[in-house]
């Protein structure tokens, strides 16, 4: 479904009973973001926001993709998995046996509608450049400042466009832009990016870089621009598909090799001049929960700012999951599990990411198993499958050949119960090095780091090897009695899982000398308590480990899993034991050898919190909700963005 523009999109989320407007006058400047982190962490993603009144010429729009339903109602579909379904249709269609001439000839109308999807460049001006700043101005916009230790204010739904200099190829990306005054910006694009790719082209060329970035028009254009499309596929061909109308762009005023969509909001033109010195970026409050730390990019040389009549501008905040970007993480699984399954591991039947492993962190996959070996063959493909490539933690299931017993993927507790059964820790969960997140603040060296596979798969005869054996019975309360009593650097354990039939424990420490986890995790397993538990969880002190959700985001995050494993293997009488431990606390240089700056979790300030309660009853927008970062004030170390210990 194309919506005509995004004010369309407005009208639909409104329609649907998925909108407040907020008439009250809210600051850019860290309100919007408090109250927006409010709704965005409510039961199903709260309500799209209107902010009305910004202290600007322009309301401002947050949560828009916010819940299952925005996010379907965006793309125009009843559930996310409608748009698998018609890919899957669409691969199995081309790639089928063409045998005759009527099967060729089928073709033909879906050739036709390929070509419908094939965005159009059309002459004159577009709605988006029915206002023309005379002096282009990008603080005349109310870009929104997210978390109070943020660089400054960040445009965080910016649609940026470039062009390989030598083939013309465009690229729609999305990257922050952090505004350093009236006509200059950031640039955030990361090594890996297609634009950092273009940018490296025009400097070895000497010449200045025409970008242009689009805010606002329909919703599909945002998607698109974060979706993880192969470098040769136009964002705007995915975005046709999606809308089933081709996108109409128009070129831009003062960057004319450059095209943007006919019906954006605003658009703001330039330039990056490979010639200049970088600027020193950030920090910034991101999608992990915790602070991008400050770093050297490129300046974006503003030349030209347009907009639409009665222009709305969209933003969104990212921190603590859950998020709004969590569901637009959430399309991309769906949209993308067909092209992975028909393309690269056939053997796939389901892949989720669940929003603790703020999207490349943890991802889980479910395969029709056949053969021995074939979780590590699913493992090789999916770490070399595109920005699979930053997976850090997978974790792959088997289809139960009795059907009855079968667990749903997202069925996160039976599906972990199964795994536990079928995984030996010593030889059935595999590490390895690769390409990572540059935001991976866990990582010895930035954007290169550790990766882990657990194999828990029902296993195959030449895959079992039974010299191992784990104790059937638990005694819960005694265990961690005795553990909090024999180790004084435990805070809390957490066993609830064992409950379940999942040999697992979440241990909190407090550390105090270098290799602690390390003695600390052969100490706990050669006790001879623990013989039933086959991994445990080691969380930093300030975590609640019995509150699962926090608990798993905070170890994500804060793990390298090749540098931060001990096997604890030994044999027991006639068979052999082991328990594998993983270190998912902060790591520091005094204790960990750790040489980069770490960063803070991200919580709102105390000024923030009470201005927003403070005119909540205004709002108009519901029963109070108290801040979510009441619940991780305790979890900060001081308070700047990087962690002083």
């Not at 599909?220 to 999606?242: H, I, K, Q, R, W």
């Not at 040389?301 to 009549?309: E, F, G, L, S």
């Amino acid at each position: 479904m194309a919506y005509k523009n995004q004010q369309a999109f407005i009208e639909a989320l409104e329609n649907a009973g998925e909108l407040i407007r907020i008439k009250t006058y809210v600051d850019p400047k860290l309100e919007i973001a408090e109250i927006t982190d409010r709704f965005s962490k409510e039961p199903g993603g709260g309500k799209a926001l209107l902010f009305e009144n910004t202290g600007y010429d322009f309301p401002v729009l947050m949560n828009a993709y916010g819940s299952e339903k925005r996010m379907c109602l965006a793309l125009g579909v009843q559930q996310l998995d409608d748009i698998t379904h018609e890919i899957e249709g669409l691969f199995k269609l081309l790639t089928a046996p063409k045998e005759g001439m009527l099967d060729k000839l089928k073709l033909l109308p879906k050739l036709s509608t390929f070509a419908s999807w094939m965005p159009k460049v059309k002459s004159g001006r577009g709605e988006c450049q029915e206002v023309v700043m005379t002096n282009p101005d990008i603080t005349k916009l109310p870009v929104i400042t997210c978390w109070p230790k943020d660089g400054g204010p960040f445009v965080t739904l910016p649609v940026i466009h470039t062009k390989d200099p030598n083939t013309g190829h465009r690229n729609v990306g999305m990257y922050r832009m952090q505004v350093f005054g009236e006509k200059l910006t950031g640039m955030h694009w990361h090594r890996h990016k297609v634009s950092a790719k273009h940018f490296q082209e025009y400097k070895k060329l000497g010449q200045k870089m025409p970008v242009a970035v689009a805010l606002g028009g329909d919703p599909a254009y945002a998607y698109s621009a974060t979706a993880p499309l192969p470098e040769n596929v136009d964002e705007y061909m995915l975005a046709g598909f999606l809308r089933k109308k081709k996108v109409e762009l128009v070129k831009c005023i003062t960057q004319p090799s450059v095209e943007v969509p006919a019906d954006a909001d605003f658009i703001i033109e330039g330039y990056v001049d490979p010639n200049d010195e970088l600027i020193w970026e950030g920090p910034f409050g991101d999608h992990t929960g915790y602070y991008s730390l400050p770093d050297w990019y490129p300046k974006f040389h503003i030349t030209a700012i347009t907009h639409k009549k009665n222009a709305v501008y969209p933003a969104t905040i990212v921190g603590i999951p859950p998020q709004e970007d969590a569901w637009l993480g959430k399309a991309t699984e769906r949209i993308f599990l067909a092209p992975i399954k028909m393309t690269m591991v056939p053997e796939m039947i389901d892949m989720d990411m669940p929003v603790e492993g703020v999207f490349h962190n943890l991802v889980i996959a479910k395969i029709d198993k056949e053969f021995p070996g074939q979780g590590q063959k699913v493992m090789n493909a999916m770490w070399g499958a595109g920005q699979m490539m930053f997976n850090k933690i997978l974790a792959i299931q088997s289809k139960h050949p009795d059907a009855t017993k079968d667990v749903a993927i997202t069925d996160y507790l039976h599906l972990a119960r199964q795994m536990f059964e079928q995984m030996n820790p010593a030889t059935d969960v595999y590490f390895s090095q690769g390409p990572m997140d540059v935001l991976d603040h866990s990582c010895s060296k930035m954007g290169f780091g550790g990766k882990m596979c657990i194999d828990g798969t029902i296993k195959l005869p030449e895959e079992i090897d039974d010299r191992y054996e784990w104790s059937k019975t638990f005694d819960k309360t005694t265990v961690v009695a005795r553990l909090v009593e024999q180790f004084p650097a435990i805070q809390a354990v957490n066993a609830s899982l064992t409950d379940q039939g999942i040999g697992c424990l979440v241990i909190a420490v407090k550390k105090n000398k270098t290799g602690h986890i390390r003695e600390l995790h052969e100490q706990i397993a050669a006790s001879g308590s623990v013989d039933a538990i086959k991994m445990i969880l080691y969380v930093e002190h300030t975590v609640n480990p019995h509150h699962l959700q926090v608990a798993l985001w905070r170890f994500c995050n804060n793990l390298d899993p090749k540098r931060d494993y001990y096997l604890y293997d030994t044999q027991k009488g006639t068979k052999k034991w082991s328990c594998l431990g993983l270190d998912g606390t902060i790591k520091t240089l005094g204790f960990d050898g750790f040489e980069r700056d770490w960063p803070n979790i991200i919580v709102a300030n105390d000024e923030t919190i009470k201005a927003v309660d403070a005119k909540w009853n205004d709002l108009n927008a519901g029963p109070f909700i108290a801040s979510p970062s009441l619940a991780f004030k305790d979890q900060i170390y001081g308070e700047e963005a990087v962690v002083k210990l």
